[in-house]
C-alpha cells in the first residue's frame, strides 16, 4: 500500500463515523468517503501541513452538502424517516487518541439509532457543527474552519443545536441491561398478546415511529400514549397469528435491538427507548431497502416460534 493509501486507510475509521453521523445511512457515508478518497487522490498530500484537517474538512462538506439535498427529499418522504442501522461489527471510532471510559462511553451513545434519530431534529448546518465540537472534540475555532465561516457563527450554530436536543439528551443514557429486559416482556407480550400486558410495557406517554418508506405499511405518523401502542401491537399479533413473527436479539449502533422476522425475510428492526422500568419510545424499521443490508448479515435466522 502507498504512503497516500495508507494515510487514508489510517483515518477511515474517524471520517466514516463523522459521515455516518451526518447522514444516517451507511451508504451515503461511503459515497462521500469514495468522493474524499478521489479529491485525496489527486490532491499533493506533500505540501499539506495538516492530512487531517484536510480530510475531515473535505469529508464534512461533501457529506453537508449530501445532507442538504437529503432533507429537501425527506420533506416529502412518506411518512417518519429513520436512519438505517449499521452493520460492522465494530462501530466506527469517533476521536483519536486517549480515551477515558466515560469519554468512550459517550461516543458509542451518539452512535446510537435512537440518537441519530434525534439529531434529525436539527438542520444540516447546526448538525455537522453540534458533531464536529460536541462529539469529535474539534474547538469552536477548528470547527469554524472546518466549516469555513466565523467563530461566532460556529458558537451559534453549536449553542442552538445543543438547546434543541437538550430536553431529549438525558433519555440516551442507554442501559443494555434494561433494555435487553424491556425487549423480553416484549416479546413475551407478543407470543400471548392481551391488551394489559403489552399497555404494560409502555410509559404513559411513550411514542411509537415507524418508517415503511411508502413500500410497506407502516404508521404515516408518530402514536402517543401506552394504550394506542398497545392497541397497535395487538392488531399486528392478531393478524400475524396464523404465521406468528419470530424475534432474534442482537447489538444495533451499541444499543440491543430486535429483529422480527416472517418466515425467512426480515421485515422490522425494532429498538427502544426506556425510563429503566418501560418502554418510552419504539422505533420500528420496516423499509425493505433499509433493511436489506442487514438482512444479508444475518445467515441464520431463527427457527423456533420466537426468541427467549
Not at 469529508?59 to 453537508?64: G, V
Not at 466506527?92 to 434519530?117: I, K, M, N, W, Y
Not at 418466515?263 to 431497502?289: K, M, Q, V, Y
Amino acid at each position: 500500500m502507498d504512503p497516500q493509501t495508507a494515510l487514508f486507510q489510517q483515518h477511515r475509521p474517524r471520517l466514516f463515523g463523522l459521515a455516518y453521523r451526518m447522514l444516517g445511512t451507511p451508504a451515503d457515508a461511503e459515497d462521500v468517503l469514495h468522493d474524499a478518497w478521489l479529491r485525496w487522490h489527486a490532491q499533493d498530500t506533500d505540501a499539506l501541513d495538516d492530512p487531517e484537517a484536510w480530510l475531515v474538512t473535505v469529508t464534512t462538506r461533501l457529506a453537508l452538502d449530501r445532507l442538504r439535498r437529503a432533507k429537501t427529499e425527506r420533506e416529502h418522504y412518506p411518512g417518519p424517516w429513520l436512519p438505517e442501522p449499521l452493520v460492522e461489527e465494530t462501530a466506527p471510532a469517533a476521536s483519536a487518541g486517549t480515551e477515558t471510559p466515560e469519554a468512550a462511553l459517550e461516543r458509542d451513545q451518539t452512535l446510537t439509532l435512537s440518537f441519530l434519530t434525534l439529531l434529525e431534529r436539527l438542520g444540516p448546518d447546526e448538525r455537522a457543527a453540534f458533531l464536529l465540537n460536541e462529539v469529535f472534540d474539534y474547538s469552536h475555532a477548528e470547527t469554524a474552519a472546518i466549516l469555513g465561516i466565523a467563530e461566532n457563527a460556529c458558537r451559534q450554530r453549536v449553542h442552538r443545536a445543543r438547546a434543541r436536543l437538550r430536553e431529549d439528551r438525558p433519555r440516551f443514557n442507554v442501559d443494555a441491561r434494561a433494555q435487553q429486559r424491556l425487549l423480553q416482556r416484549f416479546v413475551a407480550a407478543m407470543e400471548q398478546p392481551t391488551l394489559e400486558s403489552l399497555q404494560a410495557l409502555f410509559a404513559e406517554d411513550a411514542i411509537h415511529i415507524s418508517d415503511g418508506g411508502g413500500v410497506v405499511a407502516a404508521t404515516l405518523h408518530p402514536l402517543h400514549g401506552a394504550e394506542r401502542l398497545a392497541r397497535l401491537y395487538l392488531q399486528i399479533a392478531h393478524n400475524t397469528r396464523l404465521q406468528p413473527l419470530r424475534y432474534s436479539l442482537l447489538t444495533l449502533n451499541g444499543a440491543p435491538a430486535l429483529l422480527a422476522w416472517a418466515g425467512d425475510a426480515l421485515t422490522t428492526a425494532i429498538w427502544i427507548e426506556d425510563d429503566g422500568e418501560h418502554i418510552s419510545a419504539i422505533h420500528a424499521l420496516r423499509h425493505p431497502g433499509k433493511l436489506a443490508r442487514l438482512a444479508a448479515t444475518v445467515t441464520n435466522p431463527p427457527t423456533g416460534a420466537s426468541w427467549h
